[in-house]
């Protein structure tokens, strides 16, 4: 039976994919993202961990070996699970023919160098502050950069009150997505990456990394002004998943400062971690083996799902004691699923999207939320049509929000990252419009 979920799982995702294509990609950005986040987390990967009998969702090896419970029996309850839920988000964003403009808009061309400089500007502020931030936190990063420290960046979260000036490390992202999308010097996107990337790389932000290449990925695919050969494209390809593997492979060496002891030779690389990195979909099997042998386990009722977000964006002097209510009560369920020694830390473990909507309403969540996250995805596409500048750029830091939210199942955490990587794009806005003008007689390439 599980692999008829599967087959029909597998029939839904390409049937949204074949409807994306009829309409264009450009058109439709945080869909075609959702769709390929899905397809890996709630296909392939819970299917290869299914085919090599993975036992329970911390793993069977190692630290983990022994501990945690089983989810081998909830495999096929878990595949029920997420194509019911696939199948209900597709139609919820589907059910009604998505109709793009024929007509193109673009910035005008004596105008564009104008906004590049105020997009320069931004980034250089941006990334002062999180420098800045870094240093009142005590710590010094180019003692890190040059190995030279046995400090890291994890566990200093809470040193200062910074917790809004280190998130503006979401708007660099933003900053270097634009200035790609002006069409701005070659080289000073490339200095602008690679300075970014070290700065995520020594915070441990792998996953703002993996952003910025998506960004500017996106930008490169689908933006008329840029013509890619079939072998650039390739070649780009093969790039990118070798640095994905790289920076995932030498993660907590970035962090600690090793860099003599990067390893650069792909053979070395294990690629069984792909599966490792995107498993949320093993805790959403064993939340599911939680509740059903736990019955008096009670869900939140969406109070870490919406609450939450104001507990989040409010600062610590409006609480009791100074202190927020944490940890939200979805992430102590999470936690407690997993069922591990008490007087271990806790691992972080991350549930999907999904998850954290079983959590809030249990199997009734599941039908209604995915469907009515559809609709909502459908809005905000329509709310910003790509066929003019600020609607695209609107759709690729939105699509990019949605990666976080997908993969890591906590939405206050998305609404936060979407303030933050909207916020250059919020405050370039007015300039962007104003200089926008309309393309006579030209219809969108799909």
Known sequence: MIWLYIGINLITLIYAFMYVRRIGTRQVIPFVICLALLAIYCLFTPTYFYLVGRETSMGDDGLYQFTGKRISDYYKEGMF????ANMLFVFGFTWKQYKGSKISYSIQSDSIPYIQKKVLWLYILFFGIVCTDIFISGINPFNILLGSSDENLFGHQSITNSYYFRNCADCIITTIILFA??????????????????????????????????????????????????????????????????????????????????SYNPVEFEYEMFFEQTRA?????????????????????GLTMFGYIFIKALPKF?????????????????????????????????AMHYGSFYIAFGWIGLVIMPFLMGIWVRYVVGRNP?????????????????FQFITRGYFPQFVDHFVYISLPIWLLSGLIKKSTVLQPHHELTH
């Open 81 to 84: 699970f997420y194509m019911i």
């Open 181 to 262: 999308y002006l069409k701005g010097n070659k080289y000073k996107i490339i200095l602008m990456t690679l300075s970014a990337f070290a700065l995520f790389a020594i915070m441990g932000f792998r996953y703002r990394i993996i952003l910025t290449i998506i960004g500017l990925v996106l930008i490169y695919s689908l933006d008329e002004k840029y013509k890619l050969s079939t072998s650039t494209v390739s070649f780009t390809s093969l790039l990118l998943i070798y640095f994905i593997f790289f920076i995932t492979y030498n993660r907590w060496n970035f962090i600690h400062g090793r860099f003599s002891e990067l």
């Open 281 to 301: 979909s093993l805790a959403d099997f064993n939340l599911i083996r939680y509740y059903d042998e736990n019955p008096t386990i009670k869900h939140d009722y």
């Open 318 to 350: 409006v609480f009791p004691n100074g202190e927020k209510p944490y940890p939200p009560p979805a992430l102590v369920i999470l936690d407690n699923s997993l069922e591990l020694p008490r007087q271990w830390d806790k691992p972080g473990e991350a």
């Open 386 to 402: 790509s066929s003019n500048p600020l609607g695209f750029l609107k759709q690729i830091v939105f699509a990019l929000a949605l």
